[in-house]
């Protein structure tokens, strides 16, 4: 019997995260949700710059991750920047834990995606650049642009 591909639909993408820091590892974590977030989720309402995450009493939480309310979700709406509990297993986020304590890393999440009907998140173990890293950066992105124009303008003559 072969595998189905597992289907992978992206809801919302920190693309700030990638060009802010330096990016290590990344993780797989659950999020813990109310209906009506879930709803707003759906609909792609979701913004996930400056949000990060921490862990508290033994429990990973997000922060500053905005899911806007759900329009047809009256007095039952969400705050839309509460703290989010995430979901992994205990022994990954004492491991977490330890790696942010011992070199200084930070925890921020790159992208919300539905995976087999559940809505994860995407953690990053990252470092943050300095400004003169952003600026090599967007030097060497230049750079590729230029030889691609280059290269499309050749191939048309």
Known sequence: ?????????????????????????????????????????RLGRVNLRDSYAQVRNGELFLFHAHISPYEQGNRFNHDPERDRKLLMHKGEIMRLLGKMREKGFTLVPLRLY????????????????????????????????????????????
Do not use: P, W
């Open 114 to 157: 539905f995976k087999k009907g559940k809505i994860k998140v995407e953690l990053a173990l990252a470092r943050g650049k300095h400004a003169y890293d952003k600026r090599v950066d967007i030097a060497e992105r230049d750079v590729k642009r230029e030889i691609a124009r280059a290269l499309r303008g050749r191939d048309s003559d």
């Open 1 to 41: 019997m072969a595998k189905a591909k597992e289907e992978v639909k992206n809801i919302a993408e920190n693309r700030k995260a990638r060009h802010d820091y330096f990016i290590e590892e990344t993780y797989e974590a659950g999020i813990a949700l109310q209906g009506t977030e879930v709803k707003s989720c």
